[in-house]
C-alpha cells in the first residue's frame, strides 16, 4: 500500500482503496442492488455450489450470494484486503489479481461475476480465458459496467471548449493509455466473449433517471459522482501526465462545487439517465433459465 497525495492506492491501481473509496463502493452496490430489484444476478441459479467474485472490492456482492445460497461456497478475489473480516462460513476473500494465473482447477464454478471493472485489466482475453476455463460446463459469467455517452457529452458541454475540465478529459485519456489499462467497455462485446469460446452471449441495457429531484436512484448517483471525480483521476493526472497535485485537487472542488449547484443541464436535448450494461454468456452446457 502506498499513499500519494492523501489517498492510498494498492500496487499500480489508478483507484485509489482508502476508506472514502470504499463509502462510495458501498453506495454503488445500493444502486445496482435498486436497479435489478434487489437481486444480486440476472442469471438463474439452480443450486450451485461454487460462485467467484472477481474485483469483489468491500466484498458486499460475495456476502450477499453467500447469505442467497447458504450451500454454496462464494470466493471473492480482489488486489486489495478491504473486504469484510466478518464473514459467513461459505464464504472466502482471497488478496490476488484477476489477471494472474488462477489457482482453481478446471470447471470449479457455477458461476464468475464481473462488476464496475472498466480499467481494471490490460488484457480482458487472458482475464475471459480463465474465466471459460474454470467454469463448470453450463457456467455462466455476468459483467456489469456504467457506461453514459450521451451523459457525458451533455456533462462536458456544460464547460467553455477550452476550459480545465475539457483539458483533464483529454489527459485522463492520455493517461490510460500510459497506464495501459483503457476505462473503455469493449470488453462488454459480445462477440470478445463468443472469440473467446462462450455461447449464448447477450447484452442487456438498463436505463435509470438521474433526476435528484425525482429519483432517489439519483440522489445516490450523484453522490458517487461528486465523490468519484478525485478517486478516477488523481493518480492518473499526477503520475502519468504531470498535473500540480495542489492544482488537482482545487480543480476537483470547483468541479465538485458545479455539480452540487447544477446536477442536471435543463437544456439538454434528452432526458440525463445512467445506461447501465449487463452482459452474460455460457460455457457450452444447458442454456439460459
Known amino acids: 500500500m502506498t499513499w500519494e497525495h492523501g489517498r492510498r492506492y494498492c500496487r499500480d491501481y489508478f483507484m485509489p482503496n482508502d ?40 466484498g458486499e456482492w460475495a456476502l450477499g450470494a453467500a447469505e442467497t445460497w447458504p450451500d454454496c461456497k462464494v470466493v471473492g478475489i480482489d488486489i486489495s484486503p478491504t473486504f469484510e473480516r466478518a464473514v459467513p462460513l461459505n464464504c472466502h476473500f482471497k488478496v490476488m ?8 482447477p478446471d470447471n470449479s464454478f457455477d458461476m464468475v461475476h464481473y462488476r464496475h471493472m472498466s480499467g481494471t485489466f490490460r488484457d480482458w482475453n487472458s482475464v475471459y480465458a480463465e ?18 455517452h450521451e451523459g457525458e457529452k451533455n456533462f462536458y458541454d456544460r464547460f467553455p471548449p477550452h476550459s480545465l475540465m475539457h483539458k483533464a478529459a483529454k489527459d485522463i485519456e492520455s493517461a490510460e493509455i500510459k497506464h495501459g489499462k483503457h476505462r473503455g467497455i469493449d470488453h462488454m462485446e459480445p462477440s470478445v466473449l463468443e472469440r473467446n469460446g462462450f455461447v449464448d452471449c447477450e447484452v442487456h441495457e438498463h436505463i435509470i433517471p438521474l433526476d435528484p429531484s425525482n429519483s432517489p436512484l439519483g440522489k445516490l448517483w450523484l453522490v458517487t459522482l461528486r465523490a468519484g471525480f478525485e478517486s478516477y483521476s488523481l493518480r492518473l493526472l499526477t503520475k502519468y501526465m504531470g498535473w500540480d497535485a495542489a492544482t ?20 439538454c436535448k434528452v432526458t440525463p439517465g445512467l445506461s447501465v450494461s449487463d452482459l452474460s454468456a455460457e460455457k457450452s452446457g444447458q442454456g439460459k433459465a
Not at 463509502?23 to 452496490?29: C, K, W, Y
Open 19 to 58: 476508506e472514502d473509496e470504499q463509502d462510495r463502493l458501498r453506495i454503488l452496490h445500493q444502486i445496482y442492488l435498486n436497479i435489478f430489484n434487489l437481486e444480486l444476478t440476472t442469471i438463474t441459479l439452480k443450486n450451485p455450489t461454487m460462485i467467484l467474485d472477481v474485483g469483489t472490492g468491500t
Open 97 to 104: 489479481d484477476g489477471e494472474d494465473p488462477w489457482p482453481w
Open 131 to 148: 474465466t471459460l476455463r474454470c467454469l463448470k460446463p453450463g457456467g455462466w459469467v455476468e459483467i456489469l459496467e456504467f457506461h453514459d
Open 248 to 267: 488537482n485537487k482545487g480543480f476537483h472542488i470547483r468541479l465538485r462545487v458545479t455539480v452540487a449547484k447544477k446536477p442536471l443541464e435543463a437544456s
